[in-house]
């Protein structure tokens, strides 16, 4: 009756939802709050209990739905689907999500050390390569044929992803040219900002003028002037802002300039 897939992440759901009531327990909660999530009394820590009972809800989750499609059975399936058989599908493709999730888990760790930002940052890079990591495994078992499956999972996530990384790249670019333009001097955040607007304009005058370019080329001058951006800015945040000149003005009108520490 039950999947052998069911029993592992029901397992591991109620192994996670016991330790974060523990947890919560010997942080500090009180009365039934770790038993409750905090309806009534205290949850102890909150990053460690949320963290251990939202993996252990997640878990189960997966195991509800592992057990409602037989382990992706197919004779599993051919029997409630009243068929003799289900037509063969191709085993689930290599992915990198894998890796993006075991740096999101270290960056969680490292944040429970340095800060909790940095755990959030871990956390949300935990729960987009699982979702990714998701789609494409039930992706690549949809069907027998490999370019129709890579279609279903672009039809379902292109709308999602597209958007997403476009946000995200540009808030990345806006912060990394502000570390710079902080850190620079007068003289160079105006130098900085034009060559930033020549290169982004020049690219784009590429593109609409040969519009049969390679995209892969066109991709790697936008990959080669954002890794730039983004290095200039992790060494000018690390390096600190500059010091600015403030003018304070006296009853008398007078100004006197200072220098603002950072």
Not at 74 to 83: D, E, I, L, N, R
Not at 116 to 140: K, N, P, Q
Not at 181 to 210: D, Q
Not at 226 to 236: D, F, M, Q, Y
């Amino acid at each position: 009756m039950f999947t052998p897939g069911f029993k592992f992440f029901f397992g591991l759901a109620m192994g996670l939802v016991t330790a974060a009531v523990v947890y919560g327990y010997s942080t500090g909660g009180d009365h039934v709050g770790p038993l409750v999530w905090g309806w009534k009394g205290g949850i102890g820590d909150h990053v460690g209990y949320v963290t251990l009972m939202g993996l252990g809800v997640v878990a189960g989750l997966i195991a509800i739905a592992l057990v409602m499609y037989r382990d992706a059975d197919p004779a599993a399936q051919a029997h409630y689907a009243g068929v003799d058989s289900i037509a063969p599908t191709t085993p689930a493709a290599a992915s990198h999500w894998p890796v993006v999730a075991a740096f999101g888990a270290a960056t969680m760790a490292v944040g429970l050390v340095v800060h909790s930002a940095v755990f959030v940052v871990g956390l949300v890079l935990c729960a987009i390569a699982a979702i990714e990591w998701t789609i494409d495994a039930w992706a690549d078992r949809a069907t027998g044929d490999p370019v129709a499956n890579k279609a279903l999972r672009d039809r379902v996530m292109a709308p999602i992803e597209i958007p997403a990384a476009g946000a995200i790249a540009a808030g990345v670019m806006v912060l990394a040219s502000s570390r710079i333009l902080l850190n620079a001097s007068a003289n160079g955040a105006v130098i900085f900002a034009g060559l930033l607007a020549v290169v982004i304009l020049g690219i784009g005058t590429l593109y609409a003028a040969k519009p049969k370019l390679s995209k892969n080329l066109i991709a790697g001058l936008m990959l080669v002037a954002g890794v730039a951006v983004i290095a200039g800015g992790i060494v000018a945040a690390v390096d600190g802002e500059r010091e600015f000149e403030r003018h304070e003005v006296h009853e008398d009108g007078a100004a006197d300039d200072t220098h603002a520490d950072e």
